[in-house]
Nanobody, 121 residues
């Protein structure tokens, strides 16, 4: 059974940084691409970033490109999202998701429970 557990959310001031983590279990982590997705208050899901299974290819949504960086440690079975220059508009519940392929599958077959990021003075 795929299990994904996010951590690292919290309250941060505008312009600040946070690093989210996603601990994976129940599947061969190094075989699959991984994504971050968020849901802002009152809105639908927004895909943010993808990293391939080997960690050497990434892709980002325009809304976070240049501010957010995704990475992974396959030995630790952990996915990361470094978020810099946070804005109030980044306030959301952040989810990690398991891609269906090693890269570019555009579909997910596993989700974490989410971690809340609040951006406020």
């Amino acid at each position: 059974e795929v299990q994904l557990v996010e951590s690292g959310g919290g309250l941060v001031q505008p312009g600040g940084s946070l690093r989210l983590s996603c601990a994976a279990s129940g599947f061969t982590f190094s075989t699959y691409g991984m994504s971050w997705v968020r849901q802002q208050p009152g809105k639908g899901l927004e895909w943010l970033s993808r990293i391939n299974n080997g960690g050497d290819s990434t892709s980002y949504a325009d809304s976070v490109k240049g501010r957010f960086t995704t990475s992974r440690d396959n030995a630790k079975k952990t996915l990361y999202l470094q978020m810099n220059s946070l804005k109030p508009g980044d306030e959301a519940v952040y989810y990690c998701a398991k891609d269906i392929t090693n890269w570019g599958g555009d579909a997910f077959d596993g989700w974490g429970q989410g971690t809340l990021v609040s951006v406020s003075v």
